[in-house]
């Protein structure tokens, strides 16, 4: 059974400050991810990384940055958070294509930006 | 960009009947269509999903279409049941990168007893 783990359910910060997203998958998937959920908007893509030290923007990549030392971990920074960046954050992996596309999701974690 | 709408918003249906989502997407080379399923407060986890290949497939009371020329699939469910009330999401992968998928804006469905 795949497990995808994130660090926090739910977190609280102030305006500016430095935060960071844990995400940590057990299956040795190439592929990880992160997205962002807004009502009504759907899941959009932050960041993805398709191996180690490899990234490459989604398609809402500013006021985020993403680390990943080792395959399993996947870390989403915020460098200064805002309050337009509340919001629900999952966090995905998967193996490469062509052999599986199936994405599996962490629980997510709500942030608050106060 | 590649962009998926789906349709519709919210869907209220009432035990035993079948409801149907509908996702349109933009490019053609698109070829793996997932539809996840979110219920209310858990993580989206995939149920069904086609291939560019296959016009379409069936599991138990869920079902999913794609119509290539029409750039549109669809998930239909039958016999709908209580626990089937959820947020659904439908995705298409991206031409220059199938690892990466776009999500359609979801679709809340709800089944009354």
Request: charged share 25%.
């Amino acid at each position: 059974d795949v497990k995808v783990t994130q660090s926090s359910r739910y977190l609280v910060k102030r305006t500016g400050e430095k935060v960071f997203l844990e995400c940590v998958q057990d299956m040795d998937h190439e592929n990880m991810f992160w997205y962002r959920q807004d009502p009504g908007l759907g899941l959009r893509l932050i960041y993805f990384s398709y191996d180690v030290k490899m990234k490459e923007k989604g398609d809402i990549p500013e006021g985020y940055s993403v680390s990943r030392e080792k395959k399993e971990r996947f870390s989403l920074i915020l460098e200064s958070a805002s309050t337009n960046q509340t919001s629900m954050y999952l966090c995905a992996s998967s193996l490469p294509s062509p052999s599986a596309d199936t994405q599996y999701f962490g629980p997510g974690t709500r942030l608050t930006v106060l | 960009g590649e962009n998926v709408e789906q349709h519709p918003s919210t869907l209220s249906v009432q035990e035993g009947d079948s409801a149907v989502i509908k996702c349109t997407y933009s490019d053609s080379a698109s070829n793996y269509f997932p539809w996840y399923k979110q219920e209310l407060g858990k993580r989206p986890q995939l149920i069904i999903d086609i291939r560019s290949n296959v016009g379409e497939k069936k599991d138990q009371r869920i079902a999913v279409t794609l119509n290539k020329t029409a750039k549109h699939f669809s998930l239909h469910i039958t016999e709908t049941q209580p626990e089937d009330s959820a947020v659904y999401f439908c995705a298409a992968s991206m031409w220059y990168n199938t690892d990466k998928l776009i999500f359609g804006t979801g679709t809340r469905l709800q089944v009354f007893p």
